[in-house]
């Protein structure tokens, strides 16, 4: 609680130094997926390769920080694991360093210690940690997804000072959700994934979660639509109603018919007597 509390602090804090700090929304906007970076296992690869036409989650970090990325890395690593979904199957993990001198190393190291915190089975590829000697590269994913920070050197020493969040891209690389914060409700993150998809292979499950609940900007959280499963209710009852009527309606038309044949067939008889 109170590691959480001196993290809030020092969010405030940054923001107060430099008011362009923090998370500036974008969705709909498309990152470059043809620019290359290198991975843990120092292959480069295009952005198009390492997301394989899935909804991919992205955190910005640097494998140094001594602050916001671990806590940050590290609830990722937990709220995957709780989302019901299965990495490199529905959607893959992403995380971008912003210091252009990091290297292959700094980010294997960096996801060793995060993926000995993992233990459900995990696709070792279905999460890549990269970096890149571009600081232009860099800068066309950082603005692109509307992610502002600082560098700062003192005293020979390189820090940053930055946001968290994690973004929510879509298979062809367009933003589509914000988590903001180091703390992420599985459900929150599920549907997140699931909307990322563009209903494309959502599973009539999702479909029924996402009538129910809404994504509230404001909040940055997930919000029960009760009005909708009301109106669903009420729906439903009246169609229910309009239907018992003309069931109803036929029913009473049928023996009224009934009944006037028969009143024609006694009279018949009467006649004829």
């Known amino acids: 609680m109170l590691f959480r509390t001196l993290l809030t602090i020092f969010l405030v804090t940054t923001t107060l130094f430099s008011k362009e700090i923090g998370i500036y929304e974008q969705q709909e906007v498309a ?8 991975n843990e296992y120092n292959q480069t690869k295009t952005l198009r390769e390492y997301m394989n036409d899935k909804p991919t989650i992205l ?5 140094n920080c001594p602050t916001l990325c671990s806590p940050l890395l590290y609830e990722v690593a937990d709220v995957v694991q709780r989302v019901g979904l299965e990495p490199g199957k529905d959607f893959n993990v992403l995380t971008l360093s912003i210091e252009k001198n990091d290297t292959f190393k700094h980010a294997k190291t960096t996801k060793d210690k995060i993926f000995k915190t993992i233990k459900t089975p995990f696709k070792v590829n279905a999460w890549n940690f990269l970096s890149t000697t571009s600081q232009e590269d860099i800068d066309t994913i950082t603005d692109s997804v509307g992610f502002k920070y600082e560098r700062r050197v003192k005293d020979g020493v390189v820090d940053y000072l930055h946001p968290a969040a994690i973004i929510v891209l879509t298979p062809t690389g367009k933003v589509s959700r914000y988590l903001n914060g180091i703390k992420y409700l599985p459900f929150d993150l599920k549907l997140a994934i699931l909307e990322a998809t563009d209903e494309k292979t959502r599973p009539t499950i999702a479909n029924t979660l996402l009538y129910c609940f809404a994504y509230d900007a404001e909040s940055k959280t997930y919000i029960f639509k009760a009005e909708k499963i009301v109106g669903g209710i009420i729906f439903f009852m009246v169609l229910s109603f309009f239907i018992y009527l003309i069931k109803t309606g036929r ?4 023996a009224e018919l009934q009944k006037k044949k028969e009143d024609e067939k006694k009279n018949d008889n009467d006649t004829k007597k």
């Open 31 to 38: 990152i470059d997926l043809d620019l290359k970076f290198t």
């Open 59 to 63: 955190t910005i970090n640097y494998y």
């Open 251 to 254: 029913r009473k038309d049928i």
